[in-house]
């Protein structure tokens, strides 16, 4: 599990600046923009940067609910015309 210090009287968990945690299988956010920040501020701090590949939402709502992340040098599809 990761190092983050949860607090249950508040809506997101509390980490600590100095802290360093890395992403790991099976971590949970409690929304779509808390685990994009979560995830571009780990590759800023390793030294790369990232994007959208591809982003999912909710049946019925504009409301994101998932998105595969990928390194932001990464190739684009190329459209067929």
């Known amino acids: 599990m990761n190092n983050a210090t949860e607090d249950t009287n508040h809506e997101s968990a509390t980490i600590p600046k100095n802290m360093k945690i890395e992403p ?4 949970e956010f409690n929304s779509y ?3 994009y920040a ?3 501020s780990y590759a800023k701090e390793v030294g790369f ?3 959208v590949l591809n ?3 909710r049946k019925g709502s504009k409301e ?5 992340l990928c390194c932001g040098c ?3 599809k190329i459209e067929k015309k």
């Open 64 to 68: 994101k609910c998932g998105a595969i």
């Open 33 to 35: 923009d808390d685990a």
């Open 24 to 27: 790991c299988i099976g971590m």
């Open 74 to 76: 990464q190739g684009y």
């Open 55 to 57: 982003s999912y939402k």
């Open 49 to 51: 940067g990232i994007r």
């Open 38 to 40: 979560f995830c571009n």
